[in-house]
């Protein structure tokens, strides 16, 4: 994808194919296993979500409002900043992602060691009240896929 590109410190790796998708692999791990359970439903009908989605709405409105097309240097490959690299190549801008480690991911990160077991840097824990959020689960197409313990 030519929006969207990512580079690691040259210490570290070279710099990696650009892809559209990165966030998508990153969290392909921690999304993996089969869903339990579907998502509650009185999680998109709290004041909480309700307000902070408006919000949410109300300010990516002003950001693609701008239409300057700009290249922007994104800090951290983890959930955030592939998160914030996403809106920004979609508001029309290019972003770039500086990653100090050679893996993706941040705290959602994981690989798969020598015997095929995935192991995980850190707890992926996510709840209905973070809009944005649930937001970026659906316009990847994971939403379905996440695992609700109730």
Not at 27 to 52: E, H, I, K, W
Not at 72 to 87: P, R
Request: hydrophobic share 40%; glycine share 10%.
């Amino acid at each position: 994808c030519e929006r969207f590109s990512l580079f690691h410190t040259p210490k570290l790796n070279p710099p990696c194919r650009p892809c559209g998708m990165l966030l998508l692999a990153a969290l392909s791990c921690a999304l993996s296993m089969p869903m339990r359970s579907t998502t509650p439903p009185g999680v998109f009908n709290t004041a909480n979500y309700r307000d902070a989605s408006a919000l949410s709405e109300w300010l990516a409105a002003q950001a693609g409002a701008s239409g300057s097309g700009r290249t922007v240097a994104v800090i951290g490959g983890g959930l955030s900043g592939l998160s914030c690299a996403k809106y920004l190549a979609d508001a029309g801008h290019r972003p770039v992602v500086l990653e100090a480690r050679p893996v993706l991911g941040g705290k959602v990160s994981a690989w798969q060691d020598r015997d095929g077991d995935w192991i995980e840097t850190g707890l992926h824990i996510f709840f209905g009240a973070y809009p944005n959020m649930m937001r970026l689960f659906s316009e990847l197409k994971l939403h379905e896929r996440l695992q609700w313990k109730t």
